[in-house]
């Protein structure tokens, strides 16, 4: 067999085994974006800036790479746009409440802060009126003027920071007004936000809509779990750490006797909707978070080594592992509904939305076969955190427990395995333990970014890796729209349960069934600085 310079091509489970044997650097080195920003003029335009999240997330992103320095002040201008009849400094005024820390800060941040703040300026218009956006493009225009950027050179980004019902017309008014006139060294890029359509009819809809709009370059399909560091991290664990690459399969090893059984992918949220009743009964928990939060975290557990690093290379194999996956059969799916969750004004009285979500996922392939991916998500539940947990089968003769890997997304970001020790003493018995990698502790002086600076700077360095590309948007869609349809027409109910509670019993018994193993009396503890 052949191995091309730079990875090897997958063939089956033995050739993917054979590729542990590619030097984990010169994997890593594979990478083709250099992580530098071109020089030249920069506008970034955030449309929708007088809502909650470009006000939470998207300028607040915008000042970190500000104080960074990823964003020059010398090269940037900021633009707001938004329906609200608001002056630049009303705009500014409003931020800086989301961008101070308060007393805390000190003369030099208040600094940054201030030429932060003067960066911005806005631009009120309706999202499908000419004039507005004519508007626009003129102080775009006066802002690349002003820093003499040369015809052609200057990089326009657009934040669509808005719901996905005016994308289609804001896209448009782009595309006529907006534009950088040349493709000399410049650039136009559009940011879009989830929830990417509502099924796969359309989904497929509105990416056409915007496919004769703009190159799949310029587009940037956003899902901010994608920039969490941890999942950032993925990748890194699982292709560049020698003893991995032979466990990551359902098969046993030789060295250990343990093979893949459960893979569970857990986001469990402490409240409720919050005031968001109206906006979330209109999706729902699978929409809002399994279909693309869990589903894009899934893609990089389970999908091929890569060919490189190269930004298409890894958007290929997650798009092969979509595809693999069997239909969802409804025996391994549970649904609930919090007990209070339709006491919301906003809520329809005979609401079928589901909160909460549990969800096997199998798929069909020499690496996988027989493993089920279990996706659970819920509102209102006891905790609240994001994690991977890996379980492995037991060891023969072993009753302490099964061994575990979990990598813990949010909150305290840490990965840690679980495995069996001797409990100190005389005695000679076992305890469950770990081997822990906490971040806060591993990593005091490192700052974490939020995950939208990471893919904001991303967009600008034009590094699609982390974005979802339309073919794997579309293949995502075929997975969840049957399931999705069925919960729609009412034919799959959810089942009541107790906020603050685990979900329904009935999802605890769907775990058991497809062979996880909960571990009692272990409680991962987080190590103190």
Known sequence: MSIPSGGLHVVSRNSSLERSNVHSQSFLEERDIDGTLESGCLSIVVLGASGDLAKKKTFPALFHLFRQGFLQSNEVHIFGYARTKLSSEELRERLRGYLSKGKEESVEELDYLSKFLQLIKYVSGSYDSEEGFQLLNKEILEHESSKRSQLGTSRRLFYLALPPSVYPSVCKMIRNYCMNQSDLTGWTRIIVEKPFGKDLGSSEELSAQLGELFDEKQLYRIDHYLGKELVQNLLVVRFANRFFLPLWNR????????????????????????????????????????????????????????????????????????????????EEVVLGQYDGYRDDQTVSPNSNTPTFATVILRIHNERWEGVPFILKAGKALNSRKAEIRVQFKEVPGQKQGRNEFVIRLQPLEAMYMKLTVKKPGLEMSTIQSELDLSYKQRYQDVVIPEAYERLILDTIRGDQQHFVRRDELKAAWEIFTPLLHQIDDGELKPLPYKPGSRGPAEADQLLAKAGYVQTHGYVWIPPTL
């Open 251 to 330: 098969d046993n090893i030789d060295n250990v006797q343990a093979r893949f059984s459960i893979c569970v992918i857990v986001f469990r949220e402490d409240f409720g909707t919050e005031g968001r009743g109206g906006y979330f009964d209109e999706y729902g928990i699978i929409r809002d978070i399994i279909q693309n939060h869990l589903l894009q975290v899934f893609c990089l557990v389970a999908m091929e080594k890569p060919v490189s690093l190269k930004p298409e290379h890894i958007r290929d194999e997650k798009v092969k592992v979509l595809q693999s996956v069997l239909p969802i059969k409804l």
